[in-house]
């Protein structure tokens, strides 16, 4: 059976690695001749350790759409890190990487360009899965950080709000991780600095998600409906924020959506 022209592959980390990432992502295409594959994610409020041919670096989180196009053929190896992961690995604030891809040399103190060089060509050079696992997981084996058991409380409380859309409001977070109510400029502090964004745009990122699946079913709700449920003070607020991290008011979103199930199956079946 001939393979499909692009795949993507998730495999967790070791142990060892599992008190600061969550997962290995590996993205493999090959498009023969002029033909290409546009891939749009709205990421997760995540950073990633990227493995690219003379691209590899630290990416932050993405303020909107993440577009990537792909032609020919090639590789891409990544490891996403918990929400809060990232932190003790590098010398100074998360947030300093936000919108940004930074080269690995100069993100990591101890990353000299050689080392990085001969690790993304064994990363992406590997006969398989499992070897290039290997080689991307030593290149942080050789620097484990202390452990610090606040990441394993954030990120817990990040992937509950992603998960429950009931969760609309800072005081929501602040009650998963257990602070008081007069806690909110210590949080917004740790969140910039750990994360990278601040606790209000990760509750705003997961509830733009659950606009994407809503807009995406047959019966979707009106947009007046979603947003409230969302908890979006009204409509208005609502399309703005979707606009300003996807590009496309929600209208235009469900339209090209309607558009394109009428003219073959839906891009996220």
């Known amino acids: 059976m001939t393979a499909p022209p692009f795949q993507l592959h998730r495999y967790p980390v070791s142990v060892a690695l ?18 290409h594959h546009s891939q749009r994610v709205l990421p997760f409020p995540n950073t990633h350790l990227v493995f690219e041919a003379g691209a590899s670096a630290l990416h932050g989180v993405a303020s909107g759409v993440f577009v990537r196009r792909l032609q020919g053929r090639g590789r891409v190896h990544g490891l ?7 932190r003790a690995w590098l010398n100074g604030s998360v947030q300093t990487l936000s919108g940004r891809q930074v080269p690995l040399d100069e993100a ?13 060509q064994a990363v992406l050079g590997a006969g398989s899965h499992h070897l290039s696992i290997a080689a991307a997981e030593a290149f942080l084996l050789a620097h484990l950080p202390a452990v610090d058991p606040w990441v394993a409380r954030l990120d817990t409380a990040v992937q509950q709000v992603m998960q429950d859309s009931s969760l609309t409001r800072v005081a929501d977070l602040q009650a998963l991780l257990g602070l008081d109510a007069g806690s909110e400029r210590s949080l917004q502090r740790r969140f910039s600095d750990s994360v990278g964004v ?3 745009w990760v509750i705003q990122r997961a ?4 606009a994407l699946q809503a807009l995406a079913q047959q019966q ?9 449920r969302l908890g979006f003070c009204d409509q208005a607020h609502f399309s703005r924020c979707f606009r300003q991290t996807t590009g496309h008011t929600p209208a235009q979103y469900r339209e090209t959506l ?12």
């Open 18 to 35: 599992s008190p600061w990432l969550d997962f290995h992502w590996l993205i493999e295409w090959d498009l023969p001749g002029g033909l």
């Open 80 to 86: 996403r890190f918990k929400c809060g992961g990232l």
């Open 108 to 120: 990591f103190a101890w990353a000299e360009p050689a080392h990085v060089l001969s690790t993304e």
């Open 198 to 200: 601040s606790p209000k």
């Open 207 to 210: 509830r733009l998600q659950d």
């Open 220 to 228: 979707a709700p009106s947009l007046a409906e979603l947003a409230l």
């Open 258 to 269: 309607n558009r394109s199930m009428e003219n073959g199956p839906h891009p996220n079946a």
